[in-house]
């Protein structure tokens, strides 16, 4: 079977997909990225809203009329994808292109299959042939972020070449730091 994927500018697609995407979700999905924008309140606990606000995500990203071809990646910004085979949707990705000190960028900022979906290979399927689009655009380096608990996608990513380049940390504001002894905090070493 071959995969494809198109971007969606349609606002009901999204919106499905925005669907499919939630319900294929669970919560060691969640990072970083998913607590700074809102969409969970911290790691394993998803925003009581979070369902909508993903929708009006999705939406607002078929809305920018950016697409995937070639010659449209010159473009910054968000691209929400569909992935199919033979026609049936099987997942949602969302691709962020940007520049930074004169290169263009690629971030994976979403990427979810259908439960059902997994483990057949589709995901390395897809990340080849997003690979080979992004490097024929001259995008040289690509980035993407998985949740601290979300250990099948660490080991998927790493199989697949990508190296963790930092570690991101969680607190709540109203729990208490702890005292330590003087001279002995590992920030002292900074």
Known sequence: MQLQFQCVHDPEEAGRLAELFCDALDPAYISHGEIECGRALAPGRWAPEF???IKKEFVFIADQDLDFEDS???Y???RLLRLEVGGECIGVAVVVLYWAANQALASLEDLVLRRDCRGKGFGRLFLQQLQQRLQRAGIQR???EVGGENEKAQAFFQS????AVSVAYWKACGTSIPPGASGSEPSDQL
Not at 160 to 163: I, K, S, V
């Open 160 to 163: 697949l070449g990508f190296r």
């Open 51 to 53: 369902r909508e606000s």
């Open 142 to 144: 690509w980035l993407l």
């Open 76 to 78: 910054a910004g968000p």
């Open 72 to 74: 449209d990646l010159q």
